[in-house]
Structures are given as C-alpha cells and as structure tokens.
C-alpha cells in the first residue's frame, strides 16, 4: 500500500498507508479528531527497493561523473590491416 500525506483543518500532518482504492476519502486527524484530507506530495523514491534505489544513485552519479566512451556500443573491434611496422605506433590511441 502507498504512503500518503494529510493535513488536517488545525495545519497538523501525518503520513498514513492506505489502500489506493480509498486514497480520495477523508481520514480523521490522530491528533484534534477533525478531518484530514490527502496532500498532493512528491513520491518517495527514496524508500524503493534496493534494485530501483541502486539504478536511481547510479543514474544520479551519472549526470556529474559520465563514463568514458571509446567506441561504439556493441560494435566488434575487428584489427585492421597494419600499415606501418614500427612498433612504437601500436601504442598510439585510436580514433
């Protein structure tokens, strides 16, 4: 069940989990008794399962620490036909 938020007519908020086929009725505050209708909030991503919450981080990380890409994706590095013998020039980089 999803966790929602309420505030109450007195301004007090709480979180309760209630089924989503009564997300839209008025629950009654458990501190003043009156009546506490849902909050319009930001979900929890937070509080995923640790597959989700690892993509999420990974996906965070990757905005300020991209990876390095030196070839396309997926493609096969086949040698190509060498047309020099000195050994110095393997160990240039490639484009």
């Known amino acids: 069940m999803p966790i929602y938020e309420f505030r109450c007519e007195s301004d007090h908020e709480y979180e309760r989990s209630v ?23 930001a979900p929890r991503l937070g509080t995923l399962g640790s597959a989700a919450a690892k993509l999420l981080e990974s996906t965070a990380a990757s905005a300020h620490e991209p990876a390095v890409v030196d070839r396309v994706p997926g ?5 190509g036909a060498r047309t020099t013998l000195d050994p110095r020039h393997a160990r240039l980089p490639r484009p």
Request: glycine residues 4%; positive net charge; contains cysteine.
């Open 75 to 79: 493609a096969r590095r086949t040698p």
């Open 19 to 41: 089924p989503m086929s009564t997300r839209d009725q008025d629950l009654t505050c458990p501190r003043c008794g009156a009546s506490a209708r849902r909050r319009i909030s």
